[in-house]
Nanobody, 114 residues
Framework: QVQLVESGGGLVQPGGSLRLSCAASGFTFSGYTMSWYRQAPGKERDLVARISGLGGSTTYADSVKGRFTISRDNAKNTLYLQMNSLKPEDTAVYYC???????WGQGTQVTVSS
């Protein structure tokens, strides 16, 4: 079965960086677009970034353009989200999502606070 396991969240000061990882299993990872979403308390779950199967095409939410980078290592079946210049409004639970399978990871908490 499809499994997505996120890691790398934590507490970071404004202006800091974090790298999230999502380990995927149960499907041919390189064949599918993958996405990162986030959900802040009391808000809807929103798309952060998306990457095509071979990594040649990426899409970002306007709020993270120039600060976040989505990437993937298909040899390791792993999706990444490099987050730089973090702001308090980036605080949320971040989820890995495989749209081709409709599968979500369990989420990882990112808190940006001084």
């Amino acid at each position: 079965q499809v499994q997505l396991v996120e890691s790398g969240g934590g507490l970071v000061q404004p202006g800091g960086s974090l790298r999230l990882s999502c380990a995927a299993s149960g499907f041919t990872f390189s064949g599918y677009t993958m996405s990162w979403y986030r959900q802040a308390p009391g808000k809807e779950r929103d798309l952060v970034a998306r990457i095509s199967g071979l990594g040649g095409s990426t899409t970002y939410a306007d709020s993270v353009k120039g600060r976040f980078t989505i990437s993937r290592d298909n040899a390791k079946n792993t999706l990444y989200l490099q987050m730089n210049s973090l702001k308090p409004e980036d605080t949320a639970v971040y989820y890995c999502y495989a749209p081709g399978w409709g599968s979500w990871g369990q989420g990882t908490q990112v808190t940006v606070s001084s």
